[in-house]
């Protein structure tokens, strides 16, 4: 061995330095692993730097962005607009006037459907009515809507467009209960003065913890309310509500059926009976509720709002324990953090995190699935409201041939009701994929109100149908 060690050298020499070399490239390879390992490990137990200190006086999101920078970026991303198939707002270029300085605006709706002029005949959304856009929009939107520039407003509708927590302790002197009252009370354009922001960090999260929170007192009274309904009484959803539950309830803040409550303007949510769309019409008729009288057939008229929450309750991922956030907030990996996404938009628009972790399918076989269900629902709709346009024209043709209030008031209840279940799912942003089977339920029961008012007007009553009612008393027995 010595001897052939001696013969040749410089060969054993190179391969004493390659395998030094390789030995060396493992051990920084290795060590380069554990040092990643440890910093994502602590970036895990320290998931921000405190660069301010943060409390219940700050409601700038950029401020709150320097502690939560990765977060922050994302929610500045809810300017975007880009449409789905069945949803979303086209980016327009609009004319900045003094009036309204925007150079940007959604679709609008109002040409696009005209039935949604006939169904609102009389009421501010019949002037103006355009495509929803991200969070970033939603304070500047309404300030520039006609249905606010040309129609005298109250601050409530403020609490669902702008950071209002902070508002409502100064208005309540630290009280945003007494808060709230006064800002509902309040015109528009006087509680306009008082905010700056859409809705911000400080409206879901505490700012010590950063745990969710509810910051808004319809919401804190509407889920007692309806806890209530089932038997729990005194239900305090800050203290009582699980961490999963409150990914669904700092959104239902907002995305929610409401109604003005009294000349006090009070923001209130219909939930002392349930959630469901029947209830809420419940609810509308025992406290004498309307919204507007309808300018062409008489109907004391109901305006749904923006039911998610309530729809979403209805569908498959509520009972199977899913968040609103699980799917419009989809978690995402960042270094070592796992943070959730705080551009809120369309599943459709994120399918590889929103959809594929629990459902394992290729993209295109998902957006397929609920592109299907939101088709067959803008069929259903669209066979809804032609039934009530033609409703309200009958109703319309018979008041002019002379017919009285007391011949009329069949059918203008039916014209009220079927109208409220059309609104309340074409006001629900799904295009009916929250809950498929429910709207589609709720579609059917437009038609059938919209077509026996048609029929009372005819002098058919159509609760005389032995043979329908023997069916509908088997089919609630099964």
């Not at 923001?267 to 406290?287: C, H, N, Q, S």
């Not at 705080?342 to 929103?354: D, E, F, G, K």
């Not at 109208?419 to 579609?443: C, I, K, P, W």
């Not at 109100?449 to 023997?470: E, F, I, N, T, Y």
């Amino acid at each position: 061995m010595a001897e052939l060690r001696s013969s040749n050298p410089s060969g054993w020499n190179r391969r004493l330095l390659l395998i030094v070399a390789i030995t060396a490239a493992i051990t920084l390879g290795v060590a380069a692993l554990l040092v990643n390992i440890f910093e994502r490990k602590q970036e895990a137990r320290n998931p921000f730097f405190r660069v301010v200190e943060l409390s219940d006086e700050i409601d700038d999101p950029a401020v709150w962005g320097k502690n939560f920078p990765l977060q922050y970026d994302s929610y500045q991303r809810t300017v975007d607009q880009e449409r789905t198939r069945y949803g979303g707002s086209e980016a327009l270029r609009h004319l900045p006037t003094n009036v309204d300085p925007r150079s940007v605006v959604a679709q609008n709706n109002l040409q696009d459907d005209p039935r949604l002029k006939t169904m609102w005949a009389g009421y501010a959304f019949a002037v103006d009515f355009r495509e929803e856009r991200g969070h970033a929009y939603m304070l500047i939107d309404q300030k520039y809507t006609r249905r606010v520039l040309e129609f005298k407003q109250p601050g409530t509708c403020l609490n669902c467009h702008a950071s209002t927590y902070i508002t409502m302790r100064k208005l309540g002197n630290g009280d945003i209960f007494v808060g709230f009252d006064r800002m509902n009370r309040m015109t528009y354009a006087e509680a306009a003065k008082m905010v700056t922001h859409p809705v911000s960090c400080i409206d879901c999260h505490d700012p010590q913890t950063m745990q969710l929170r509810i910051t808004r007192p319809a919401f804190i009274e509407g889920i007692r309310a309806y806890k209530a309904s089932q038997g729990i009484k005194d239900f305090d959803v800050n203290r009582q509500a699980t961490a999963q539950e409150m990914r669904s309830y700092v959104c239902g803040q907002c995305h929610v059926e409401y109604y003005f409550k009294g000349d006090e303007k009070r923001l209130t949510f219909p939930w002392e009976g349930g959630l469901k769309v029947d209830d809420a019409l419940a609810y509308y008729d025992r406290v004498g509720f309307r919204d507007w009288v309808h300018a062409e057939t008489g109907a004391p008229m109901l305006k749904a709002q923006h039911p998610e929450f309530e729809t979403f309750n209805q569908g498959v991922h509520a009972r199977s324990g899913v968040a609103c956030a699980d799917c419009h907030m989809p978690y995402m990996r960042e270094g070592g953090l796992k943070i959730s996404d705080h551009h809120v938009r369309s599943p459709l628009l994120n399918i590889n995190r929103a959809c594929q972790g629990c459902h394992h399918f290729s993209e295109q076989e998902l957006k397929d699935r609920a592109e299907t269900i939101q088709a067959r629902f803008a069929h259903a709709r669209n066979v809804a409201m032609d039934a009530i346009v033609e409703l309200i024209g009958d109703i319309k043709q018979a008041k002019a041939s002379g017919k009285s209030d007391a011949e009329l008031a069949a059918a203008r209840d039916f014209h009220r009701k079927s109208q409220f279940f059309v609104d309340y799912v074409e006001a629900e942003n799904s295009m009916g994929f929250h809950a498929s089977g429910e709207t589609l339920r709720v579609l059917t029961d437009a038609v059938d109100m919209a077509r026996k008012g048609q029929l009372v007007l005819r002098g058919v009553d159509p609760s005389r149908w032995p043979a329908r009612k023997k069916a509908e008393e088997i089919a609630s027995n099964r």
